[in-house]
Nanobody, 135 residues
Framework: QVPLVESGGGSVQAGGSLTLSCIATGYTFCMGWFRQAPGKEREGVAIIDNDGKPNYATSVKDRFNISKDNVKNTLYLQMNNLKPEDTAMYYC????????????????????????????????WGQGTQVTVSS
């Protein structure tokens, strides 16, 4: 098991910033952040693969930055210029195991896939941290 422990959520006004952290012990192939707003499906926000290459959802590109400190085994999500529509529960997720392919963050039907064609789901999840942005 690779436990994931998140922190850093909170309440801010629109235009503000927050940084989420996720401590992961053990090897991970893909890691990232997902979010779920009330009544909506979980969606990918940003992921980073084992080579440090990031991938962002269009809605957060140029506002959020994902990074990973391999010494501290910690994943970060720096969120700037937050908007009310960013309000959601944010989850850290990881894939233990992988292959010779690029990490993805496709969510559908309650599952989130690191590789949708191969059916590889993210298999470690944190408990979630709430982010609330007021207008």
């Amino acid at each position: 098991q690779v436990p994931l422990v998140e922190s850093g959520g909170g309440s801010v006004q629109a235009g503000g910033s927050l940084t989420l952290s996720c401590i992961a012990t053990g090897y991970t192939f893909c890691m990232g952040w997902f979010r779920q707003a009330p009544g909506k499906e979980r969606e990918g926000v940003a992921i980073i693969d084992n080579d440090g290459k990031p991938n962002y959802a269009t809605s957060v590109k140029d506002r959020f930055n994902i990074s990973k400190d391999n010494v501290k085994n910690t994943l970060y999500l720096q969120m700037n210029n937050l908007k009310p529509e960013d309000t959601a529960m944010y989850y850290c997720a990881a894939l233990v195991g992988g292959g010779n392919w690029v990490c993805d963050m496709h969510c559908a039907g309650g599952d989130c896939y690191a590789n949708k064609p191969l059916g590889v789901r993210y298999n470690r999840w944190g408990q979630g941290t709430q982010v609330t942005v007021s207008s």
